[in-house]
């Protein structure tokens, strides 16, 4: 049993910031990706961010040197800092991590982030 929880969205003005946090717990294995997705209203769901295998960053170009990925292992929580927030971002975002080894996926309930002035 893995369990992803988010946290951290809600309601800023364009330009403004959040962090988003995906707190993990249970049956975490070793080999896996963590990775935040977003979906937007009549809008795939897409990838926003995510560590690779190797411990390697990868951001999605769309938001790329205004979001950053961090995390805390002591926590056992996964951060999305999102700066220079746009309307276009508005979207519910999603923590994911999916088990490499078990090819199973598991995603959190998302959070609601909406940038309007």
């Known amino acids: 049993q893995v369990n992803l929880v988010e946290s951290g969205g809600g309601l800023v003005h364009p330009g403004g910031s959040l962090r988003l946090s995906c707190v993990t717990s249970?049956?975490?294995?070793?080999?896996?990706?963590m990775a935040w997705a977003r979906q937007a209203p009549g809008k795939q769901r897409e990838f926003v961010a995510g560590f690779s295998r190797n411990g390697t960053t990868n951001i999605a170009d769309s938001v790329k040197g205004r979001f950053s990925l961090s995390r805390d292992n002591g926590k056992n929580t996964m951060y999305l800092q999102m700066n220079n927030l746009k309307p276009e971002d508005t979207a519910v975002y999603y923590c994911?991590?999916?088990?490499?080894?078990?090819?199973?996926?598991?995603w959190g309930q998302g959070t609601q982030v909406t940038v309007s002035s």
């Open positions: 249970g049956n975490i294995f070793s080999q896996n990706v």
């Open positions: 994911n991590l999916i088990d490499l080894a078990g090819g199973h996926a598991y």
